[in-house]
C-alpha cells in the first residue's frame, strides 16, 4: 500500500479501535452477515502499517465481546475465526501482541490463549491489544478480587485483567454509532473519541488522517 502520509504537529500515543458495521456491510452486498468479518481483516493491517508509519506507539482493536457471543451461532463461529486469522497473520509482523477477554470461558478461541501473556513478534516496533471475548464487568471484576486478596491495598487500574493496556489517547469507531460498546472502561476514560460514519470494510487511509487531524485540534487537559 503506497499512500503519502501527511504531517501531523501532535499525534496520539495509544489509538483504540472499534471496528464496527462487517455485518451491515455483507448485508448490503447480499452476502450472509457473517461473510463480512473475512473482509475485516485486511483493513486492520492497513491501519497497522499507517500507524506504524506515523510512528504510534501502541494500538487496541476491538474483535469480540461476551456479548456478541449472543449472536446466531454461525456469525459467532465467523468472528472467531476471522480473531483467529488475524492473529497468525500478525505473528509475521513487527510488534508484539496481547490478547485479553476472558481465556477460562468455553467462547474465548483455544488458539489465542498462548497470546494471554504478550508475546514479541519480529521487531517490536508497536504494541498491539487484542480484545477477544471481552467484557467489561469481567475485567474490573478481576481486579477488585485481587485487591481483596491481597494484604496491601493495590490500586484498582494496576489489578484489572487489563492492566498491561495503558491510558487510551484516541478512540476511532466505524460504522456510524457513538458509543463505547464497554471498550476499556479504566483505560477510556480520558479518551477522545471520532465515529466514521464509513463500514469497518470500507476502510480508507483517509479515515485515519480525518480523526488524527481532528484530534491534533482537541485541546487535552486530562481533567486540570
Avoid at 473482509?39 to 501502541?58: A, K, R, S, T, V
Avoid at 454461525?74 to 475465526?81: C, K, M, S, T, V
Avoid at 501482541?97 to 490463549?113: A, D, Q, R, T
Amino acid at each position: 500500500m503506497s499512500v503519502t502520509i501527511p504531517k501531523f504537529s501532535r499525534l496520539p500515543r495509544h489509538i483504540g479501535i472499534i471496528p464496527d458495521g462487517n455485518r451491515r456491510w455483507a448485508q448490503f452486498r447480499g452476502l450472509p452477515r457473517e461473510n463480512g468479518y473475512d473482509y475485516g481483516i485486511e483493513p486492520g493491517f492497513q491501519l497497522y502499517e499507517l500507524c506504524l508509519g506515523l510512528g504510534i506507539e501502541e494500538m487496541t482493536f476491538y474483535g469480540y465481546t461476551n456479548d456478541n457471543t449472543k449472536r446466531p451461532v454461525e456469525q459467532r463461529i465467523a468472528f472467531q475465526q476471522a480473531c483467529i486469522d488475524a492473529v497468525e497473520s500478525l505473528k509475521n509482523r513487527d510488534a508484539s501482541l496481547l490478547v485479553v477477554g476472558n481465556h477460562e470461558s468455553p467462547l474465548f478461541p483455544p488458539e489465542l490463549k498462548e497470546f494471554t501473556q504478550r508475546r514479541v513478534f519480529g521487531k517490536d516496533l508497536m504494541r498491539i491489544n487484542f480484545l477477544v471475548n471481552y467484557d467489561w464487568h469481567w475485567d474490573l471484576s478481576y481486579g477488585l478480587q485481587a485487591m481483596t486478596s491481597v494484604t496491601s491495598r493495590r490500586k484498582l487500574q494496576e489489578s484489572i485483567a487489563s492492566k498491561d493496556v495503558s491510558r487510551l489517547d484516541l478512540i476511532v469507531r466505524w460504522g456510524g454509532r457513538r458509543r463505547l460498546s464497554g471498550l476499556l472502561p479504566i483505560q477510556s476514560v480520558y479518551a477522545d473519541m471520532y465515529v466514521l460514519d464509513a463500514l469497518w470494510p470500507d476502510f480508507l487511509p483517509q479515515h485515519l488522517f480525518e480523526a488524527l487531524h481532528w484530534y491534533e485540534q482537541q485541546d487535552i487537559t486530562l481533567g486540570g
